[in-house]
């Protein structure tokens, strides 16, 4: 049986995924709607996925159903709560989630725990830690379908993926969904540079506040979009737009029973991902070389680096001032902070200790009292460890204040 007609078997036209998800799942979109909203809410990361992106990734679950679902990148958990509640419906789907932050156990799971079945988890793992740390050779059995969802960016996770992942998926019907990248045909995307510098990196974005780039109908900030296209274009598969399939391929009649079905907040909206799959072309394929496992855990810094400096830059604070030209810095391991400070910071017990346990420094303190506000809230757990992650960096940074 030719891996295309696998395809075909599970999803009609599987070229059209993106549109036949959502006309052959809109009474299971509008059935878990309340779902969706209670979770997204409870989550509070609207941000990260919008509930359009909660209903349309559910029903292509629905559509799809894979055997296995790999998520890199999980944060607060937006995508995992949609991953949980479409496994909980396909019965045998096996959710593996993979993130460097401990958000989803310190503030997901208390925030949502009593909004749903305690069958919700069952079919979920959650694994934390760096996955490029990860062989993924055990994770998928031969026959097994499997759809990888990207949300966690940046050049060195394109590389993992393309050259140590994506050989483990070929031979099996698979599905790689890349969250963060428009279709620059539908957005409206303005053509006028503004006063914005050309995009030149994802870092930079960050950092300077670049513009999107647009590169054939994608626009986005995420590196990997250009590994990507390189990777398709050296396999004869195409990089798909979920946006043209929604767009383009749901005839008007269908388009007009669908507006009555789902609210506007769900359908028309554009969903804002690309997918593609080596089981459109015959081989052979061709992957970058692998490369080496990471063997050690990310620095502190790096931690900061990839999942907090986005975050904090964003709200142009003073934090945000300092760390911003200290990427290249921050990717590299720095010296760890003077053994006794950072014991001092590693015990502290609350958020204030640590700004207790810091030297006295008016950068310091403005510095901590910055994050603390910025990262916000509630005290969470996990604000604390954002806290000794920052202090440990600042003291790196301010040896000598
Ligand atoms: C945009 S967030 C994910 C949002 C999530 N999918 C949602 O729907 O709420 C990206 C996450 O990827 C994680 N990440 C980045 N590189 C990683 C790596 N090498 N290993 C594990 N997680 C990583 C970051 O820590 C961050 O939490």
Not at 73 to 94: D, E, M, W
Request: a negative charge; hydrophobic letters at 40%; proline letters at 5%.
């Amino acid at each position: 049986m030719s891996k295309s007609r696998c395809l075909d078997e599970v999803t009609g036209h599987w070229r059209d995924i993106a549109a036949s998800c959502l006309t052959a799942n809109a009474s299971e979109i509008a059935e878990a709607m309340p779902m969706f909203t209670t979770l997204s809410m409870a989550v509070g990361r609207p941000g990260d996925l919008s509930i359009a992106q909660w209903a349309h990734l559910y029903a292509l679950i629905l559509q799809y159903r894979p055997d296995v679902i790999v998520e890199l990148g999980r944060g607060y958990g937006n995508s995992t709560c949609v991953f949980a509640l479409a496994a909980q419906k396909l019965i045998n789907t096996r959710v593996l989630s993979f993130c460097l932050s401990d958000d989803w156990e310190q503030r997901t799971v208390p925030a949502i725990k009593d909004l749903v079945d305690d069958c919700f988890f069952e079919n979920l793992q959650i694994n934390n830690g760096d996955f490029t740390t990860v062989s993924f050779n055990e994770l998928v059995k031969p026959g097994q379908r499997v759809l990888l969802f990207w949300d966690a960016h940046g050049y060195q996770v394109a590389e993992f993926v393309l050259s140590n992942v994506m050989p483990v998926f070929a031979d099996n019907e698979h599905l790689i969904v890349m969250h963060d990248i428009t279709d620059n045909r539908y957005c409206g995307m303005s053509k006028s540079y503004g006063d914005k510098p050309f995009w030149s990196s994802m870092d930079e974005y960050y950092r300077r506040g670049t513009n999107f780039y647009n590169i054939s109908w994608l626009t986005g900030v995420v590196d990997q979009a250009i590994p990507v296209l390189d990777f398709c274009f050296r396999n004869d598969i195409t990089l798909h737009s979920a946006d043209k399939d929604v767009q383009e391929q749901i005839d008007p009649v269908t388009r007009a029973k669908l507006a009555e079905q789902l609210p506007p907040e769900i359908f028309p909206q554009l969903y804002h991902w690309a997918y593609f799959t080596l089981n459109e072309a015959t081989g052979p394929y061709h992957f970058p070389p692998s490369v080496q496992l990471a063997t050690v855990e990310p620095t502190e810094v790096q931690v900061l680096a990839i999942h907090e400096q986005p975050a904090i830059s964003s709200k142009r604070s003073s934090t945000a001032t300092l760390l911003e030209g200290n990427s290249a810095q921050t990717n590299q391991t720095m010296p760890a902070a003077s053994a006794i400070w950072s014991q001092k910071i590693s015990e502290a017990p609350s958020v204030s200790s640590v700004q207790e346990a810091l030297p006295a420094s008016d950068t310091i303190s403005a510095v901590t009292r910055d994050l603390n506000r910025d990262c916000n809230s509630s005290g969470s757990p996990s604000l604390l460890t954002r806290m000794r992650i920052a202090a440990k960096f600042l003291l790196n940074r301010y040896p000598e204040q």
